[in-house]
């Protein structure tokens, strides 16, 4: 099974872009990844690089994952982690607030992780 996903956000000075960092680690098989922007709004394409690692002498895998994009500083972005054979989808947000005070942002993480019930059907024996 993998890891609740880790999202950061990189300090860049580069244009008006933001890029997104999603890491899971350590399970099988290989997941699919999705990011939301806003918790609705799929990103652009093209703005989303994906990267699965085969852990040597395992069949696990790590996942790293960028999104790279021009949002609102105050955008909430989240990353899940979904694995179809284990019916597992595991989900983090990375949420930046603009204080009154300062007007800095303030990056903040919350995740949470949502598990369903792993159904295993066999085949009838001859």
Not at 20 to 37: A, D, N, Q
Not at 56 to 75: E, F, G, M
């Amino acid at each position: 099974s993998f890891t609740t996903p880790e999202v950061k956000k990189e300090h860049t000075e580069e244009n008006d872009e933001s890029t997104y960092l999603c890491h899971s680690s350590g399970g099988y098989p290989e997941p699919v990844v999705y990011w939301l922007i806003n918790n609705s709004q799929e990103p652009p394409n093209g703005s989303v690089r994906t990267q699965a690692e085969a852990l040597p002498d395992s069949h696990l895998y790590n996942i790293t994952s960028q999104l790279t994009v021009n949002i609102p500083k105050d955008a909430t972005v989240s990353c899940t982690i979904k694995n179809p054979s284990m019916n597992e989808m595991l989900t983090s947000k990375c949420e930046s607030f603009i204080g009154a005070v300062g007007s800095q942002n303030t990056p903040s993480l919350h995740s949470f992780v949502l598990l369903f019930g792993a159904q295993t059907e066999r085949a009838p024996t001859l």
